[in-house]
């Protein structure tokens, strides 16, 4: 390949080195702020803490506390304009307000408790977790060039508006709708939400967050007796005995022995409404139960029409697990986004799952019960049982098992949602690919093959690869699409046969372990990394793409992260003059203080160039 010079690149910023640095490590000229510190107060007049702002108890805040203070372990990020709906840039300014909704994806006690005992979790740390869980809502306001919370930030941006800072924690009561709502596996309270990792959001106004890796949070499946909710249980990867969180011990609730239906109550998506807090929030049967990553939205509206349907993309994130999208029955009509009826779209409409074949073209498979039955007559009861044992209906519609999909983004306006027909879908990595025979079977004996494949094709991908799903006539809503590799995650230079050996695949920046992506309001798409190679001296990192003038696609590195840290929630600012992103685990398994001496702490982070001027030109 020839090398093409800088000539073709439309991004001008100098691209970074690689760096273990306890800092987030930007090109010159850009400036950052960490904001959003997990522990920070949500409401005015409660004390500062953290941050050499001095320490409440001893370091270890109650759980009262919690609750009225941003959480831990911060993923996905959304903003939404303060006033809903109001322009990215009246009278010429970019927005300076907006609701900021993000994801506490799970907890760490040994970073959260001075003296924490593994073996020996207190009652009160147990009840500060499950409230340091969640979601977190806040107001954000730029003043100079820094990001900072607003406390009395309220709905509207009005005085008579409610409060925009509130906490969605694992004990806030949960609505369900959907196939599944009245099924007996979930009935009771379904109290709190764990485990949200990606997620989403709609042109009505609303945040999605997705349910992952729930099964961290229950234990002893050895006591359940054998049947469907035990195998159900084991696909999930339940453990037979404590969980990792322990709070089992607290509550029986995370104890599968003395309630096995509990852990059906997690792995959806859920929505909320962060201009309505009394609204409570819901989780989506319809979407399925699946280690969801991610909830993106964008809408297909008919040629000339006002009103389209919705159609939702997301990744289940495991080893030789599925991508899926959903379309609404109903139609998004943009003309009036508030409406009260967009507020049950994701209630009902048809779940798919993907078909990669290795000629390029692909297939949604319709994850419906006369499509599953048809395949395995009897195997499922009805919808609401497909919708519950999602994993298991698309095993038997022979969906094509992926390397971790991960997020799943879909350019599209910024107002309207309208789409572009394309679709980027990220393979974080799968170790497991080409290994063992049987490295991809299921624990209730449905056999799958762990070989690589045409989507799929490098054995122990530990750098992953990313998808372009071209969907036909580029229609969200098809059930037909071609596919091809937006590019293979590694190291461009590296020899033939090494780590992550990706020559001819992209030139720029090596890189390993893509998760989270985003788009900029030219198309590029930037990506944030979770887990470099070993071999690759760096951080976690964002690294900026672009088709340059060969056609390759070239990679910037753009921002390295603080020490042992994942980058999660990458976003840009409608007006792109802020890139956002969220600073998960610092200080995973290596020392850090991020972000100012006294950490780790999870944080949000801004970065801005120094002249306010747009990020990544
Ligand atoms: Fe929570 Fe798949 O990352
Ligand atoms: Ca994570
Ligand atoms: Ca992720
Ligand atoms: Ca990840």
Redesign the pocket.
Same mark, same amino acid.
């Given at each position: 390949i020839g090398v093409p010079t800088d000539a073709h690149a439309v991004t001008g910023f100098v691209a970074v080195a690689e760096t273990t640095a306890d800092t987030v490590t930007l090109p010159p000229g850009y400036v950052f702020n960490a904001l959003l510190t997990w522990g920070d107060p949500l409401f005015e007049g409660d004390a500062l803490w953290g941050n050499g702002a001095g320490e409440i108890n001893g370091g270890n805040l109650t759980a009262a506390e919690q609750a009225r203070r941003v959480g831990f372990?911060h %993923?996905m990020l959304a903003l939404f304009a303060n006033p809903f709906g109001s322009p990215a840039s009246a009278g010429g300014q970019p927005h300076a307000a907006y609701i900021a909704a993000f994801n506490n994806?799970y907890t760490e006690p040994v970073r959260m408790f001075p003296g924490f005992v593994a073996a020996n979790p207190t009652r009160n740390q147990i009840d500060t977790e499950i409230n340091a869980s969640g979601i977190t809502v806040a107001g954000i306001r730029l003043v100079g060039n820094v990001w900072g919370q607003d406390r009395t930030m309220r709905v509207g941006d009005v005085p008579e508006g409610a409060l925009v800072a509130r906490r969605i924690t694992g004990r806030t009561r949960f609505l369900l709708d959907g196939p599944a709502k009245d099924d007996p596996r979930l009935s009771g309270p379904v109290d709190g939400t764990f485990s949200n990792?990606a997620g989403g959001f709609t042109p009505w106004g609303t945040y999605l967050s997705a349910e992952e890796n729930f099964n961290f949070n229950f234990a002893n499946l050895s006591g359940v007796p054998a049947g469907q909710t035990k195998t159900t249980h084991q696909i999930f990867g339940m453990p037979n005995g404590a969980s990792g969180t322990l709070w089992e011990r607290v509550y029986d609730r995370f104890d599968l022995t003395k309630m096995p239906n509990e852990g059906f109550k997690q792995g959806w998506i859920l929505e909320l409404d962060p201009y309505d807090p009394t609204r409570r929030p819901v989780k989506h049967t319809a979407i399925g139960r699946v280690k969801h990553e991610c909830a993106t939205v964008v809408v297909q509206y008919p040629a000339g029409q006002t009103k389209g349907k919705v159609a939702l993309y997301s990744g289940d994130d495991e080893r030789f697990d599925y991508v899926y999208k959903f379309v609404t029955d109903g139609t998004f009509d943009r003309e009036n986004p508030r409406a009260k009826a967009h507020f049950s779209l994701l209630s009902a409409g048809t779940l798919y799952v993907g078909k990669f074949n290795a000629d390029g073209t692909g297939q949604w498979l319709p994850v419906t019960h006369a499509n599953v039955d048809s395949l395995a007559p009897g195997a499922f009861a009805d919808q609401a049982d497909i919708c519950i044992r999602t994993r298991e209906a698309a095993d038997v519609l022979g969906a094509t098992p992926m390397d971790r999909p991960e997020d799943v983004e879909a350019p599209h306006d910024p107002l309207t949602f309208a789409g572009t027909g394309k679709v980027f879908m990220v393979c974080t990595n799968n170790s497991n690919r080409g290994g063992s025979a049987t490295a991809a079977n299921r624990a209730n004996g449905t056999v799958r093959s762990s070989a690589v494949d045409a989507a799929n094709p490098r054995a122990n991908n530990r750098t992953g690869h990313i998808v372009q799903i071209n969907e036909d006539g580029n229609d969200h809503t098809a059930t037909t699409f071609t596919w091809q590799f937006y590019l293979l995650a590694g190291d461009p230079k590296a020899a033939a046969g090494a780590v992550g050996d990706v020559k001819d695949s992209f030139f720029g920046d090596r890189f390993g372990s893509p998760d989270n992506i985003t788009f900029d309001n030219r198309g590029l798409l930037w990506i944030a990394t %979770?887990g470099n190679p070993a071999s690759y001296p760096c951080n976690d990192q964002v690294l900026c793409t672009e088709i340059a003038g060969n056609g390759k696609v070239r990679v910037k590195r753009f921002l390295v992260g603080p020490a042992g840290c994942?980058i999660?929630g990458p976003l840009f600012s409608p007006d792109n003059t802020t890139f956002f992103c969220n600073v998960?685990?610092p200080g995973e398994n290596v020392a850090s203080s991020f972000p100012n001496g006294t950490g780790p702490r999870p944080s949000m982070v801004a970065v801005r160039r120094a002249d306010g001027g747009i990020v990544g030109t």
């Open positions: 372990n %993923d994806e990792c %979770d994942e999660c998960q685990h």
